[in-house]
């Protein structure tokens, strides 16, 4: 900033862009993509990271860092104009949480049993747009290790989610995001939706309450009456 008054309203700090990795937010962590330069006929392989203004979740802009051979250590920065809305990391992942679909899948995915981890979301440029992805994961209590169910792809304001990377790219492409895939683990049955993660809670809290009734613990039993309760009266709804 080399105008006195935008750097005494620190106007145009760039502070890393933010996201929400597993439950908290944290600052973006450099990563690798593969970018074609404006003018260039190859892709290069380079570091980037996302900027935004101080105390703002758009976008301002982005640093890339050249990693092949030829301009190797080389430095870019993009700038975008003050006039335009360019969504940043964590604005993405609000526009997933305001899916009605979607953020009730992840709410019942992240019940006893089970959780839902937020992976890292990149911001990838494409000529002159952005394609923002974010991978969600499952793990089991029991699980060693977490499953990929779901990737969300946005571009503009088009939302797209499925199982997979290809899927949802298709989603984006062909339907704008408007009409996504069906989501892992759900079945259709004409128009009605039956979610094989409700039945499973469902099972669950059954058996917990039988054993919790064997051992006498009356308390933690009726607790997982509810859930079971809760489940049925979902189920219920969605196949009326």
């Known amino acids: 900033m080399t105008d006195p008054a935008v750097f005494y309203n620190?106007?145009?700090?760039?502070?890393?862009?933010?996201?929400?990795?597993?439950?908290?937010?944290?600052?973006?962590?450099?990563?690798?993509?593969?970018?074609?330069p404006p003018g260039s006929k190859t892709a290069e392989f380079i570091l980037m990271l996302p900027f935004t203004p101080k105390d703002r979740q758009v976008m301002i802009g982005w640093i890339a860092a050249m990693c092949d051979p030829a301009n190797y250590g080389r430095l870019l920065a993009y700038k975008f104009p003050k006039e335009?809305?360019?969504?940043?990391?964590?604005q993405v992942e609000t526009k997933i949480d305001q899916d009605g679909?979607?953020?009730?899948?992840?709410?019942?995915w992240n019940q006893q049993g089970s959780r839902v981890i937020r992976g890292n979301t990149l911001v990838i440029p494409i000529d002159n747009s952005l394609l923002y992805v974010q991978p969600i994961y499952l793990q089991a209590e029991a699980a060693a290790y977490p499953e990929l169910r779901l990737v969300a792809l946005m571009h503009g304001d088009n939302l797209s989610y499925a199982g997979t990377f290809d899927k949802a790219l298709q989603g984006l492409l062909t339907q704008e995001g408007k009409a996504p895939s069906p989501l892992p683990a759900q079945r259709f049955e004409g128009e009605k939706v039956i979610s094989r993660e409700l039945i499973r809670?469902?099972?669950?809290?059954?058996?917990?309450?039988?054993?919790?009734q064997g051992e006498r613990r009356f308390g933690d039993a009726a607790k997982e009456l509810a859930r079971l309760q809760e489940a049925l009266d979902e189920l219920a709804k969605q196949t009326e």
């Open 10 to 36: 620190q106007e145009d700090l760039w502070m890393r862009a933010t996201e929400k990795y597993y439950a908290a937010v944290q600052p973006v962590e450099p990563y690798y993509v593969m970018w074609q």
């Open 84 to 90: 335009e809305r360019v969504l940043g990391p964590q």
């Open 101 to 108: 679909f979607l953020s009730g899948q992840l709410s019942l």
């Open 201 to 212: 809670q469902a099972k669950q809290a059954f058996e917990n309450y039988l054993r919790l």
